[in-house]
């Protein structure tokens, strides 16, 4: 370690030392934290101020924002612009907050979708759709601009929204430089190397180490165990403990013996049984251990909420009557603006005695401004305990020194689905808060039949791959197009990230069908013959095999189609033979299954052998003849014994037992239609070519025959290949000829509907901007026009209901049904052209939007809805949104730009109005 510098000049030259090499900006920046910068960070800080861009994956509540906020003071020092992006609203504010404490609020914006405050300084927070809508506007806010934040570009992953990260990382001016900050992805490597490509000289820091180390632990009735044990298996890895081994295999007994017991086999003493705690006792457990505060994820909003009512149930207090005070103090400050009658409806008696308990929950269904006030108290240390679903992990800094994991599945919308260990990961990111906590801790909550070497698994494995999501978009095509062209348009689709992993994907293809290609020449090589061209011989016995094969195949489908239309002539009574298999042997139709099939005739018929069954076609490989008929009894019963047995004992009097050798021999044959033509010329040239006599022949066949089978693989392998290649491209000349021939593109040319298909940036947006072209909102009230628009953008949680749902009458039913023949005739033209972007429109909150836009209160909307006061403010807050696309797109003078405009006014009220965040 070097000495400290003692002497003046000492000191001088170690200060100008750290100005070589952190420069004058990091060393002012340093300033203003009051802990050093780990390394990671100075590396990527130094980068930035050499004027490089930066790609930061490292582990969450590592530091990775202080990059960011780098880039904000290089751009305020410079006299410069730095816009900080983030994927949701909520993120948004909090760094809001953050830089306007910092540097002022005249210095620092803020635009989402719902705030627009400051938009021209210097500094400013936005969403990432923000930016992305910015540069397809071309909007002289971006003048100046030096640096873009983009924290959590993971996001980029999701498959509804990461297409966005893609476009602004494509589109923005190459003057700007990329701060891509990341959650640890084992491909950080991969992903810098398409921002060098795409964005230039750009540095790529990946840091794995946790500032705060985590400690897992297993949760086994009321006993807490360590994950890990001291002292490593011989490869290395962390050992599990015993303790947890044994409960597993005691678990296994217990199974065993229990199963034993139901089938008769001796008793045995019962090993111990482990049984999971109530929550009240898990949250006291880890209270006794020192571990609050804590986050336990549970994923399931009403599993969250239920928790919560257990605790206070059980009397759980975990604060004192002092800290109870400041939190009811705070919560009366934010809720202020909200009226009495809301309040009630939302719960809040019930929800502050939880918050003044220490106690909270956290989910997309609850109100914005109580989520708000949920992370305000987390983050303060006055609230303890928050039940969570893994919403929580996304962004929102709230970090607690131990996170609590309930289950090690969850259901993902169509299934229970094991986590995988990024997910596991992500959520215990959030153990352990930097400066306070001297390690974080992570508890899984043991179920019967866990396997701690899975829980192991998932702790100790560092697999969370970035994966593009990125395709164009009509809205994409119409602005890109508007922008730089067709052509140049085309070029830049093919710079995204997805492309960039296909192709890196078709290296090993391409990589294969080389060595392929080298093998082929070598069989040819193997299988030439001193008399002549021996491919070409063994080419023309590949035809005539093929030929052969062919028509086998069509003899054989002419035989079942045979087949099929004599067991629909059979008739109950026919006594028929079963040629083969189980059911071989003489048979009485008892009833002939006409149209129970597919595939044909079903027929269901008594064996010799007294045994009823159904038989299919498959059956039958060739056509069935009844042998005799014998007359069934109206009162015939298959389910009565005696009955079978009489009629069987009928069948096996009245008709001899066939020889099935003799009847399969004469089935078999069929009437010769002749030699082929073509096989016989094949045969003939055979027979004249001159490798036809080679002593070597065969042995020269063998190796044209591994010639052609490697053959069918390379032509495969190239499709494969050709398939991958431009993929991105080729989806976008598709969507393309979709806009053409709707009139939205004219070659190169972006027409007056297209301008308008631009300004609407929805998932819905070809079916938006058709519906407004064809008028289908024309007549509709404010009330009518957001019902209607709502199917645009509402997505129903389960999509299995079982009833339709309620829509307003008269004209706003009429447009909805409009809007769906509209859609089926997009969805048509759309399989035409080889894309599939346009989901059907969903009227289940069309009821709930006419409501609220007609001014009814929010406890009526809420109760006949059946929704939480979350996802009714996120569905309202999306629909005016689109509602203020629409009158953007509209003409001006316009009545529907007047009626969308109403119809957000009416919308804006209430818990809508004051909540800040969607």
Same mark, same amino acid.
């Given at each position: 370690?070097?000495?400290?510098?003692?002497?003046?000049?000492?000191?001088?030259?170690?200060?100008?030392?750290?100005?070589?090499?952190?420069?004058?900006?990091?060393?002012?920046?340093?300033?203003?934290?009051?802990?050093?910068?780990?390394?990671?960070?100075?590396?990527?800080?130094?980068?930035?101020?050499?004027?490089?861009?930066?790609?930061?994956?490292?582990?969450?509540?590592?530091?990775?924002?202080?990059?960011?906020?780098?880039?904000?003071?290089?751009?305020?020092?410079?006299?410069?612009?730095?816009?900080?992006?983030?994927?949701?609203?909520?993120?948004?504010?909090?760094?809001?907050?953050?830089?306007?404490?910092?540097?002022?609020?005249?210095?620092?914006?803020?635009?989402?979708?719902?705030?627009?405050?400051?938009?021209?300084?210097?500094?400013?927070?936005?969403?990432?759709?923000?930016?992305?809508?910015?540069?397809?506007?071309?909007?002289?806010?971006?003048?100046?601009?030096?640096?873009?934040?983009?924290?959590?570009?993971?996001? *980029?992953?999701?498959?509804?929204?990461?297409?966005?990260?893609?476009?602004?990382?494509?589109?923005?001016?190459?003057?700007?430089?990329?701060?891509?900050?990341?959650?640890?992805?084992?491909?950080?490597?991969?992903?810098?190397?398409?921002?060098?490509?795409?964005?230039?000289?750009?540095?790529?820091?990946?840091?794995?180490?946790?500032?705060?180390?985590?400690?897992?632990?297993?949760?086994?009735?009321?006993? *807490?165990?360590?994950?890990?044990?001291?002292?490593?298996?011989?490869?290395?890895?962390?050992?599990?403990?015993?303790?947890?081994?044994?409960?597993?295999?005691?678990?296994?007994?217990?199974?065993?013996?229990?199963?034993?017991?139901?089938?008769?086999?001796?008793?045995?003493?019962?090993?111990?049984?482990?049984?999971?705690?109530?929550?009240?006792?898990?949250?006291?457990?880890?209270?006794?251990?020192? *571990?609050?505060?804590?986050?336990?994820?549970?994923?399931?909003?009403?599993?969250?909420?239920?928790?919560?009512?257990?605790?206070?149930?059980?009397?759980?207090?975990?604060?004192?009557?002092?800290?109870?005070?400041?939190?009811?103090?705070?919560?009366?400050?934010?809720?202020?603006?909200?009226?009495?009658?809301?309040?009630?409806?939302?719960?809040?008696?019930?929800?502050?005695?939880?918050?003044?308990?220490?106690?909270?929950?956290?989910?997309?269904?609850? *109100?914005?401004?109580?989520?708000?006030?949920?992370?305000?108290?987390?983050?303060?240390?006055?609230?303890?305990?928050?039940?969570?679903?893994?919403?929580?992990?996304?962004?929102?800094?709230?970090?607690?020194?131990?996170?609590?994991?309930?289950?090690?599945?969850?259901?993902?919308?169509?299934?229970?689905?094991?986590?995988?260990?990024?997910?596991?990961?992500?959520?215990?990111?959030?153990?352990?808060?930097?400066?306070?906590?001297?390690?974080?801790?992570?508890?899984?909550?043991?179920?019967?039949?866990?396997?701690?070497?899975?829980?192991?698994?998932?702790?100790?494995?560092?697999?969370?791959?970035?994966?593009?999501?990125?395709?164009?978009?009509?809205?994409?095509?119409?602005?890109?197009?508007?922008?730089?062209?067709?052509?140049?348009?085309?070029?830049?689709?093919?710079?995204?990230?997805?492309?960039?992993?296909?192709?890196?994907?078709?290296?090993?293809?391409?990589?294969?069908?080389?060595?392929?290609?080298?093998?082929?020449?070598?069989?040819?090589?193997?299988?030439?013959?001193?008399?002549?061209?021996?491919?070409?011989?063994?080419?023309?016995?590949?035809?005539?095999?093929?030929? !052969?094969?062919?028509?086998?195949?069509?003899?054989?489908?002419?035989?079942?189609?045979?087949?099929?239309?004599?067991?629909?002539?059979?008739?109950?009574?026919?006594?028929?033979?079963?040629?083969?298999?189980?059911?071989?042997?003489?048979?009485?139709?008892?009833?002939?299954?006409?149209?129970?099939?597919?595939?044909?005739?079903?027929?269901?018929?008594?064996?010799?052998?007294?045994?009823?069954?159904?038989?299919?076609?498959?059956?039958?490989?060739?056509?069935?003849?009844?042998?005799?008929?014998?007359?069934?009894?109206?009162?015939?019963?298959?389910?009565?014994?005696?009955?079978?047995?009489?009629?069987?004992?009928?069948?096996?009097?009245?008709?001899?037992?066939?020889?099935?050798?003799?009847?399969?021999?004469?089935?078999?044959?069929?009437?010769?239609?002749?030699?082929?033509?073509?096989?016989?010329?094949?045969?003939?040239?055979?027979?004249?070519?001159?490798?036809?006599?080679?002593?070597?022949?065969?042995?020269?066949?063998?190796?044209?025959?591994?010639?052609?089978?490697?053959?069918?693989?390379?032509?495969?392998?190239?499709?494969?290949?050709?398939?991958?290649?431009?993929?991105?491209?080729?989806?976008?000349?598709?969507?393309?000829?979709?806009?053409?021939?709707?009139?939205?593109?004219?070659?190169?040319?972006?027409?007056?509907?297209?301008?308008?298909?631009?300004?609407?940036?929805?998932?819905?947006?070809?079916?938006?901007?058709?519906?407004?072209?064809?008028?289908?909102?024309?007549?509709?009230?404010?009330?009518?026009?957001?019902?209607?628009?709502?199917?645009?953008?509402?997505?129903?949680?389960?999509? !299995?209901?079982?009833?339709?749902?309620?829509?307003?009458?008269?004209?706003?039913?009429?447009?909805?049904?409009?809007?769906?023949?509209?859609?089926?005739?997009?969805?048509?033209?759309?399989?035409?052209?080889?894309?599939?972007?346009?989901?059907?429109?969903?009227?289940?909150?069309?009821?709930?939007?006419?409501?609220?836009?007609?001014?009814?209160?929010?406890?009526?909307?809420?109760?006949?809805?059946?929704?939480?006061?979350?996802?009714?403010?996120?569905?309202?807050?999306?629909?005016?949104?689109?509602?203020?696309?629409?009158?953007?797109?509209?003409?001006?003078?316009?009545?529907?730009?007047?009626?969308?405009?109403?119809?957000?006014?009416?919308?804006?009220?209430?818990?809508?109005?004051?909540?800040?965040?969607?």
């Amino acid at each position: 370690m070097d000495s400290p510098a003692t002497t003046p000049a000492e000191r001088y030259a170690a200060h100008r030392a750290r100005v070589r090499e952190n420069g004058p900006a990091l060393l002012d920046f340093q300033t203003l934290y009051d802990f050093e910068l780990d390394p990671f960070q100075l590396r990527a800080c130094r980068a930035l101020e050499a004027g490089k861009g930066v790609l930061v994956a490292a582990p969450t509540g590592s530091g990775k924002t202080v990059v960011g906020e780098f880039a904000v003071h290089l751009a305020l020092a410079n006299r410069q612009k730095c816009f900080y992006t983030t994927p949701i609203k909520a993120l948004s504010n909090q760094k809001y907050a953050d830089l306007v404490r910092r540097y002022g609020p005249e210095k620092v914006g803020l635009l989402t979708g719902d705030n627009s405050i400051n938009g021209e300084a210097p500094i400013v927070v936005m969403t990432t759709e923000v930016l992305r809508n910015m540069l397809y506007a071309g909007s002289h806010t971006l003048a100046g601009l030096a640096f873009v934040v983009m924290d959590e570009v993971h996001y *980029l992953a999701d498959r509804f929204r990461g297409a966005v990260w893609e476009e602004v990382i494509i589109h923005v001016p190459d003057s700007v430089r990329i701060v891509a900050l990341s959650a640890t992805v084992s491909n950080a490597e991969e992903f810098g190397e398409w921002l060098q490509a795409v964005r230039g000289d750009t540095a790529v820091i990946v840091d794995e180490h946790r500032p705060v180390p985590l400690f897992q632990h297993m949760l086994v009735g009321n006993r *807490l165990y360590d994950l890990f044990v001291d002292g490593g298996d011989p490869d290395g890895r962390p050992r599990i403990n015993p303790q947890l081994r044994n409960i597993a295999v005691d678990e296994i007994r217990r199974a065993k013996i229990n199963q034993g017991r139901r089938t008769g086999r001796r008793r045995v003493a019962r090993p111990p049984r482990f049984r999971p705690s109530a929550r009240p006792e898990v949250i006291q457990r880890l209270d006794r251990a020192g *571990l609050l505060p804590a986050i336990v994820f549970i994923f399931s909003r009403a599993g969250c909420d239920g928790a919560v009512r257990q605790c206070l149930y059980a009397g759980l207090r975990l604060t004192s009557h002092e800290e109870a005070e400041e939190i009811r103090a705070h919560v009366e400050m934010r809720t202020a603006d909200i009226p009495d009658e809301d309040l009630r409806v939302l719960g809040y008696d019930e929800w502050l005695d939880g918050l003044m308990r220490g106690i909270a929950a956290h989910h997309a269904g609850m *109100l914005p401004t109580f989520k708000e006030v949920v992370e305000e108290l987390f983050t303060r240390g006055l609230i303890k305990v928050v039940f969570a679903t893994e919403t929580l992990a996304l962004g929102i800094n709230m970090p607690a020194r131990t996170v609590v994991i309930e289950k090690l599945d969850k259901w993902n919308g169509e299934t229970h689905a094991d986590l995988t260990p990024g997910e596991y990961t992500q959520l215990t990111g959030r153990a352990g808060r930097r400066g306070i906590d001297v390690e974080g801790h992570a508890v899984v909550i043991w179920s019967p039949g866990m396997d701690p070497f899975a829980v192991a698994g998932l702790a100790g494995t560092r697999t969370y791959p970035l994966n593009s999501s990125f395709r164009p978009s009509y809205n994409m095509a119409v602005n890109l197009v508007g922008a730089v062209g067709r052509e140049r348009a085309r070029t830049l689709l093919e710079e995204s990230f997805a492309q960039f992993q296909a192709d890196r994907a078709v290296v090993g293809l391409a990589r294969q069908l080389h060595r392929n290609e080298e093998a082929l020449a070598g069989y040819a090589e193997a299988a030439s013959c001193h008399l002549g061209d021996f491919m070409e011989y063994a080419t023309l016995r590949r035809r005539l095999s093929d030929r !052969e094969a062919e028509l086998a195949r069509r003899r054989s489908a002419a035989r079942r189609a045979e087949a099929v239309r004599s067991l629909e002539r059979l008739r109950p009574g026919d006594v028929i033979v079963v040629p083969a298999g189980r059911r071989a042997g003489l048979a009485v139709v008892i009833d002939p299954g006409l149209g129970r099939r597919s595939d044909g005739p079903a027929p269901l018929v008594l064996t010799a052998q007294r045994s009823v069954q159904r038989l299919s076609p498959l059956d039958f490989p060739s056509p069935v003849e009844p042998l005799e008929r014998i007359r069934i009894p109206r009162s015939f019963n298959p389910r009565s014994p005696q009955q079978r047995r009489d009629l069987a004992s009928t069948l096996r009097t009245k008709v001899p037992e066939p020889d099935l050798k003799a009847h399969r021999r004469r089935r078999g044959g069929g009437p010769g239609a002749g030699e082929d033509a073509e096989i016989a010329r094949l045969r003939r040239e055979l027979r004249r070519h001159p490798c036809h006599g080679c002593s070597e022949r065969e042995d020269h066949a063998r190796w044209a025959e591994r010639y052609f089978r490697l053959e069918r693989e390379t032509e495969a392998l190239r499709r494969r290949v050709e398939g991958r290649s431009q993929v991105i491209a080729r989806t976008f000349d598709r969507v393309c000829r979709v806009l053409e021939q709707l009139g939205y593109l004219e070659g190169d040319t972006v027409t007056e509907e297209g301008r308008r298909l631009g300004r609407i940036y929805n998932e819905l947006d070809l079916l938006t901007a058709e519906s407004l072209r064809a008028g289908l909102w024309e007549d509709l009230e404010p009330p009518e026009l957001a019902a209607c628009v709502s199917a645009l953008v509402y997505e129903s949680r389960q999509p !299995e209901v079982a009833s339709a749902p309620r829509v307003p009458p008269g004209p706003a039913q009429d447009a909805l049904a409009a809007m769906l023949r509209l859609w089926g005739e997009l969805d048509a033209i759309e399989k035409d052209n080889r894309v599939s972007f346009l989901r059907e429109p969903d009227p289940g909150f069309a009821w709930t939007a006419y409501q609220w836009a007609s001014g009814r209160p929010l406890e009526e909307v809420l109760t006949e809805s059946d929704m939480t006061a979350g996802d009714f403010v996120r569905a309202v807050k999306q629909l005016i949104d689109l509602l203020g696309q629409i009158a953007d797109a509209a003409p001006e003078d316009g009545r529907i730009r007047k009626v969308a405009n109403r119809a957000m006014d009416a919308m804006r009220r209430g818990v809508v109005a004051y909540s800040s965040v969607a």
